[in-house]
């Protein structure tokens, strides 16, 4: 005897090979983490950060070892805030109706997918809305990346933010929008092998690593409106290379002011691009930029630019953003669904909770999926702008 879901498990598995090959980039590029399974919605949990260490000079001294001094080990935190599912249902009469055309299978099969599409894309703009957190930028507002022929070093310099910020060169990702890959696929492919290094991008329209970086497309890049403010400038104090708070003053809001997402530069440095991760609607106050904070200092009246618009392609280690993803929780004894099973992205790892439940003359199934997201490391975050 099999349970009544046992029996769509074909048509399940179809419909997740079928949703598993959209453009979900960030999710299989991020860090998933299974330590919080057993956690409960918005539990949260924690987990320890390492500090910085200064060193010091070797010298000779008694006969015992060296006597570091005390370390006290941070932590963060993070936790599962959200659970949703997508539902649909099933009449007998419908049922009936569709199996003498022939069609049930297939619009079944279609429901399943548009389900799983519908709770991985949420989970994938959630990933996007992580560049709101990122350290600094390169490229050209407004423009997408790689669009010079043969041309990688959009690529190479994004990468070089990393590496000045202290990155692990392992693992890197980089997370485009379509217009990126199309960029990729249209300038820096049909070139011949010899440019791309192997066949993949020319003959099966692949992309590539590139720089290190593990190249994926994502239909959930975010398009970031800049805010209006304009006039800002830094108080009479001054900023300090490494300082992430700013004091700034005389500015002009506009209604938005500075935004969390804008990408600013100063009168001081307008080679670097930082992101600013707290923004501001009044006419002075204090600002937050991503971590590692400001590469070179700014003086009393330094004033700020903020950059135009753009679309925020992501240059991260695996290890900068964590998922946490399990099934929604089912009280102890289950609910009254009649049958429950879990199904397993291939691609993006994800496991979706698929519970049925008898209704009167109908049958209603319910698709799921509990999440939480955060970056840990936005130094090791970065975005090319297009």
């Not at 297939?106 to 996007?128: C, S």
């Not at 923004?279 to 700020?304: C, F, K, M, Q, Y």
Request: with cysteine; hydrophobic share 40%; aromatic share 6%.
């Amino acid at each position: 005897w099999q349970t009544p879901l046992t029996n769509l498990i074909p048509t399940i598995h179809l419909a997740a090979d079928t949703v598993s090959r959209e453009l979900t980039g960030l999710i299989p590029a991020v860090m998933r983490n299974s330590s919080a399974e057993r956690a409960a919605l918005n539990e949260t949990i924690y987990f320890p950060v390492v500090p910085t260490y200064a060193t010091a000079d070797i010298a000779a001294a008694a006969a015992t070892g060296p006597d570091p001094s005390d370390s006290t080990i941070g932590n963060d935190s993070m936790a599962i805030t959200a659970s949703k599912s997508v539902t649909f249902h099933w009449s007998g009469e419908d049922q009936r109706g569709l199996n003498n055309a022939g069609y049930y299978n297939a619009i079944l099969r279609d429901q399943f997918t548009q389900a799983m599409r519908a709770l991985v894309n949420e989970i994938e703009a959630e990933l996007a809305a992580a560049y709101k957190k990122a350290s600094r930028a390169h490229g050209t507002a407004g423009t997408a990346p790689f669009g010079t022929a043969g041309d990688y070093s959009d690529g190479a310099l994004v990468r070089k933010i990393l590496a000045d910020n202290g990155c692990p060169m392992t693992d890197l990702q980089l997370v485009v929008s379509t217009a990126a890959g199309a960029n990729l696929r249209g300038k820096q492919g049909g070139r011949g092998v010899d440019l791309e290094g192997s066949p993949d991008l020319l003959r099966r329209g692949v992309l590539l690593d590139i720089h290190g970086f593990a190249v994926r497309e994502s239909a959930q890049i975010i398009s970031h409106t800049k805010g209006a403010g304009t006039g800002y400038d830094f108080a009479a104090a001054g900023e300090a290379v490494g300082q992430t708070t700013l004091s700034v003053e005389g500015g002009t809001v506009n209604t938005t002011g500075i935004k969390a997402g804008d990408v600013i530069t100063h009168a001081g440095d307008t080679a670097n691009k930082y992101v600013v991760t707290t923004g501001t609607t009044s006419t002075s106050g204090d600002i937050v930029i991503g971590a590692p904070g400001l590469r070179i200092a700014g003086v009393d009246a330094n004033e700020i630019t903020i950059g135009d618009s753009y679309s925020a392609n992501l240059a991260f280690t695996r290890s900068a953003i964590h998922l946490i993803t399990r099934a929604p929780a089912m009280p102890a004894g289950g609910d009254s669904a009649d049958d429950v099973v879990e199904v397993q992205d291939p691609v993006s790892g994800l496991a979706f909770q698929i519970a049925m439940y008898r209704q009167r003359r109908r049958v209603a199934y319910e698709v799921g999926i509990a999440w939480g997201s955060k970056v840990v490391k936005p130094a090791h975050l970065a975005i090319l702008l297009g």
